[in-house]
């Protein structure tokens, strides 16, 4: 069955490193997107990105990240000098642009800022 | 905006007895999409079950099924004959028919007992 998958599982930086979240979402997909869980809340929204560009982002998605699909099969996220408070679980998602089409999930990139 | 509400942090069931999670939601649209994730220790987003707000009959999957009352704004989960593997959290979730941006709940640990 066809899955996201991201790496790396899990990484520690300093703060003020930046830190780079791969994922290849599922082939057939158009629609990528990351999400945010910090430990004990709830998944909250970030960015999508279709054809090439954000389509939406949330207010946490600010200067500091960005996106990018820089070939056929993956898709980034950037997190420019990173603060304690970006230690979180990241995880990258994908679907097909159909109204209402599953969003699949990645395994997650948990990301510890020290 | 959207919100959803799971009122219950923590539930707990008796293996092979039946439980019920609670999801309530709050929106104008008659267009949207009801989903359910469940979350193992290893943090993974997993689609349990989806509905369609259009759909008057309640989705199943397996042991799994939801109980929506979309005048009410209520889409509770139905887990029968539980087993030890259902242990994890579950993230009840809305999309917007236009959109593609998950709006979660703040989550149900389920815990299951021998």
């Known amino acids: 069955e066809p899955e996201v998958t991201q790496t790396p599982s899990h990484q520690v930086t300093q703060m003020g490193q930046e830190v780079i979240l791969r994922c290849v979402p599922i082939?057939?997909?158009?629609?990528f997107y990351w999400y945010r869980q910090i430990l004990g809340q709830k998944v909250e929204f970030l960015v999508s990105?279709?054809?090439?560009?954000?389509?939406?982002k949330s207010e946490i998605f600010d200067d500091q990240f960005s996106v990018e699909r820089p070939d056929g099969s993956n898709f980034t996220l950037k997190i420019r000098s990173t603060k304690l408070e970006d230690s979180a679980m990241y995880f990258c998602?994908?679907?097909?642009?159909?109204?209402?089409?599953?969003?699949?999930f990645g395994e997650g990139s948990w990301l510890t800022v020290v | 905006a959207q919100t959803v509400t799971q009122s219950q942090p923590e539930m707990s069931v008796q293996e092979a007895e039946t439980v019920t999670l609670s999801c309530t939601y709050d929106?104008?649209?008659?267009?949207?999409?009801l989903f359910w994730y469940k979350q193992p220790p290893s943090r993974q987003m997993i689609l349990v079950i989806r509905q369609e707000a259009y759909k008057q009959q309640n989705a199943t999957e397996n042991r799994f099924s939801v109980n929506f009352q979309k005048a009410a704004k209520s889409f509770s989960l139905k887990i029968s004959d539980s087993q030890l593997g259902d242990a994890a959290m579950y993230f009840c979730?809305?999309?917007?028919?236009?959109?593609?941006?998950?709006?979660f709940g703040t989550g149900t640990q389920l815990k299951v007992e021998l």
């Open positions: 979730a809305y999309l917007t028919g236009g959109g593609n941006k998950l709006t």
């Open positions: 990105f279709y054809n090439n560009e954000i389509s939406e």
């Open positions: 929106t104008s649209e008659s267009d949207y999409y």
């Open positions: 998602a994908s679907s097909n642009p159909l109204p209402g089409n599953t969003i699949y």
């Open positions: 082939s057939n997909h158009l629609y």
